[in-house]
């Protein structure tokens, strides 16, 4: 049985792939947005009310060959099943991303990062409803066991934050005391993403010193929230 | 362009044209299973440490025209665009359900209430990981600004609910007063769900005065947060 869909619109970001990063932030550098094909324009009445929604879309840069067992780059140690991550090599290779809407205008969406490569056709939009896409309960799988889960999950979130000790975290990397410690995955120019994805590599790392201007990734603050929804990494 | 997907699988639920319900609840009767192509199988592994995962799915029985302007069950009286709704009649027919895992048995996963049909071709499997997933900023789009928002929502959620007035939740039903309110979709056999989930239905009331031991749909006690985490009728 074979199922064809078409694409209804194509993503913009600033991503190709000598310079995927490993995941996207609400606040990354560089234009993101969607252009619907104009025909379609008319169904997105009422989309603005949402914070955020839903963006399907085809990974047609995805040509190496699907494992079934993967491991991510977060915790390159383990061995976890391909549906247990969020890699882009998948039987169907549909990304799924959660993004905030900014701005709509005719058949142009202008959205928060996407972890997409530039070019991507678009599959759907959906919405972001918080009453039954915000599980409570939810957990982190298999990320909930790991030792060093807050930091592991700080690093996946491209969060910036403290490290108090000379490599107490365990991740074989040296910080600076008390310093902010900040990956700069955009900068990782060498990194082929489709290919190297589940690999573990050597990040940029920016000890600032809470000087930030001169970074694209910095931020006003070390303990902000923002988040990344995106397909790639986990 | 053509994108050319396969089935990896098959969704199995109670849920026939006749039947369907208007949502899925975590609790519905009946089995929820997804039966995994053997060959995919060892993809599984630690899928059973998340407590939620992503379902996506082909909407194979979705024969009705397309419509770029919809209307929810929840509010008939509201035109919105067709990507600000989770109408199954889209461009590409795509559904997204977040269900719970419960049990995995070689290449068969056992989960909670699904809105599929019986037969769905399976397209894949995500986790649901909490600290990327479960936007905390994200609202509940037009829903937020309906007059009777809460009452709307938690019929969209299916959760039993107490009506405080004769008829002064604004919905043109008469309840009586301080009875628990429970709408047994599930009964609502005579519903054909693809060419009428956007129409308002006369839904059948179970005004049970708390004797819900006879009724499918009854939980312990009217205020449970259960929810339902499905495709069709947002």
């Known amino acids: 049985m074979d199922i064809n869909y078409h694409p209804i619109g194509t993503i913009h970001t600033p991503y190709f792939s000598f310079n995927a990063p490993h995941q996207s932030l609400p606040d990354a550098p560089g234009d993101f947005w969607i252009t619907l094909n ?11 009310s949402f914070n955020y929604v839903y963006v399907l879309y085809h990974l047609d840069q995805v040509n190496s060959p699907l494992e079934l067992l993967t491991h991510s780059p977060w915790a ?3 061995e976890i099943g391909l549906f ?7 039987p169907n290779p549909i990304g799924l991303s959660i993004v ?15 972890d997409a490569f530039n070019g991507t056709p678009l599959l759907d939009i959906k919405p972001y409803i918080q009453f ?3 599980v409570e309960d939810a957990n982190n799988g298999w990320f909930d066991s790991l030792p060093d889960k807050d930091h592991k999950i700080a690093h ?9 000790s000379e490599d107490g975290d365990g991740d074989g990397h040296e910080h600076s005391h008390g310093h902010v410690h900040r990956h700069n995955h955009d900068h990782d120019h060498d990194h082929n993403h489709d290919h190297d994805h589940d690999h ?7 000890h600032d010193h809470n000087h930030s201007h001169s970074h ?7 303990h902000n929230h923002y988040r990344f929804h995106s397909e790639h990494n986990d």
Chains 1, 2 share one sequence.
């Open 84 to 90: 247990a991550s969020r890699s882009p090599k998948r």
């Open 200 to 206: 573990n590599h050597d990040h940029d790392h920016d």
């Open 132 to 134: 039954r896409d915000n």
């Open 156 to 164: 996946a979130l491209g969060r910036p934050h403290h490290h108090d």
């Open 100 to 114: 905030k809407i900014k701005e709509i205008q005719g058949s142009e969406i202008i959205i928060s990062g996407i």
């Open 216 to 222: 694209s990734h910095s931020h006003s603050h070390p």
């Open 76 to 78: 390159p140690e383990l």
């Open 38 to 48: 104009p025909e379609y324009a008319q169904a997105l009445k009422s989309l603005d």
